[in-house]
């Protein structure tokens, strides 16, 4: 391949090839297309060429994005779709090496994950009903709402629900999750009463909009932007729109503290790893025992605060 000739066309290439032979999401393959046209960038203002690159460049471009002050995982994630592309492009004969091969990785900090206490989680939950510009968006946003917080669905999962899946008044429903993988999830009673009363509205007006535009909407949140369901982006501000009414930083609030919330409310009142392994759709059971370290941390908190000899 000529000189950062066809750049474009190799990345295009790789990402399909993820999409192809990985059955990889389409975050995964917006954030792999991100973090290499980062690198790209990097690499034309140094003058250096893609595939002619070795590992001192590569380890370069680590070091200038720690100077910028990348979090250690963000780096992580860069190097990690760094290998990808290298190890495919040596696969498919395009360079000689893989300079990516020998360079290890920041070392990642166990972060545990924020999460809400029950109170915070209910006076959302509560709040929620009253958020939103008509009265069908307040009943909207209430259901979501209660559906993530019942489900511990990922924000992506959620927005991009079929109706198909709720109709019926369901006790369970099924979600396909990352790389297509689909798992069942209970309802809560009150979720179900809001999912069915949500979806008689969202059947008007989807009649509706049939009769003007003769189309007709698969998902249960539909709008009109491009993917045809409300957007990862504006659940993800009408999240904090909904913290701000409550009088909860805003800052503790996301689409994701509310899994994780989901995850630790079930743990501290007895449910096993596996089983919430299962609801969140983990495929390593590892990634669900952080969970543990967030119960641990507050039972010490508890101590130090309230136990007698602790102010001695």
Known sequence: MNKNKGLKHLIEQFLNAQVAEFDAAKNTILAYKHDIEHYTNWLAKKNYNFLEVD???????IIYC??????SSTRARRLSALKKIYSFCYDEGWCKLNPSIKISGPRKGKSLPKTLTTAEVSKL??????????????????????????????VTELVSLPASA???DPNMI???????KERMVPLTPISRTLMAEWLVLRDRMDALIRKQKGSTSKFLFFSSSVNGHLTRH?????????????????????PHTLRHAFATHLLGNGADL???????GHTDISTTEIYTHVLDERLKSLVFNHHPLSKI
Request: charged share 25%; proline share 1%.
């Open 55 to 61: 590992q001192n460049q590569i380890k370069a471009y």
């Open 66 to 71: 720690s100077d910028v002050g990348l979090a």
């Open 125 to 154: 939950l509560e709040v929620s009903a009253t958020v939103g510009r008509t009265s069908n968006d307040r009943k909207r946003n209430h259901c979501m709402m209660h559906l993530l917080y019942a489900t511990g669905m990922r």
């Open 166 to 168: 709720v109709r019926g």
């Open 174 to 180: 099924l979600i396909k999750g990352k790389g297509n």
């Open 234 to 254: 504006r659940f993800y501000k009408l999240v904090k729109e909904i913290a701000l009414s409550s009088n909860i930083d805003p800052k503790k609030v996301s």
């Open 274 to 280: 596996r089983t919430i392994q299962t609801l969140l």
